[in-house]
């Protein structure tokens, strides 16, 4: 397909994701945490579960409450001949619509009130463009799905069922790679308005909105530190290069296999076990 770079809103999420020629963020991720072969892999490998579902839901709700992209079904035993007949039923009635169950309505039903409580989250969300699909290149074709943007502002919503206290977030920060997500999500931006020969802001704020999934669902807002997303700045480039390059030759290797590496414990593994033994080895 040919495809020029642009901003596209509201482009369906199956669209999006089938245009395989422009790298997303999270093909990136997995290949900078692991190898192309486990990129490729994930690339292949439709996502699914429950966390899934229910971080869809909530994101329709807060970005496109006007939409009909899910439905709370009835309370129903599905262990029983009858709530299986009444699942089936309900099912048959809103086929194309995702289908939460209504213990997980709950959970949604409270993550959305706590949400809207928090007036940082309608402050950012006000006035904004929704679910947005950027095209760019940088070192290569690029593409990413702002959440929400509005000027110099792209604000990300993200669901943990873990707590998002700043310490707690900023670990998952780092366990999930959500840096080099918004340094992707910034220069994916601004390389397509370029090429469009469109305004480039100067500098671009990125601003995560945070809910837990658990009661009593706790929220909160994080602008991340500019210096955090420009030192990812050269890898995301390198890793879009090599990504390209193994899609070229339509290789992707695994963990290198030249010999047998020597392997030693972490370094707060090492350090634990000299304290043990009374100081330094």
Known sequence: MTFSPCIIENMPAAEYHSMRDWTGSSVLRKLASSSPLHAKHYENTPIKGSALDLGTAFHAAMLQPEEEIYVIAPECDRRTKEGKALWAEFQADHGGLLIIDSEMGETLNGMIAAAQADWRWTQALKKTKREVSVFGDFGGPIKSRMDAWKEDLIIDIKTSSDPVDAGSFSRSMDKYGYAQQ????????????????????????????????????????????????????????????????????????????????????????????????????
Not at 220 to 229: N, T
């Open 182 to 281: 918004a340094c992707h999500y910034r220069e994916c931006l601004k390389s397509s308005l370029r090429l469009q020969n469109k305004l480039v802001c100067d500098n671009y704020s990125f601003i995560f909105l945070c809910v837990e999934t658990k009661a009593p669902y706790g929220t909160a807002a994080y602008r991340l530190d500019d210096l955090d997303m420009d030192l990812h700045m050269s890898n995301l480039a390198n890793m879009n290069k090599w990504w390209h390059e193994c899609r070229a030759a339509n290789s992707y290797p695994g963990y290198p296999q030249e010999n047998i590496m020597e392997l030693r414990l972490p370094g707060y593994a090492l350090n634990k076990l000299t304290l043990q033994n009374g100081g330094p080895l």
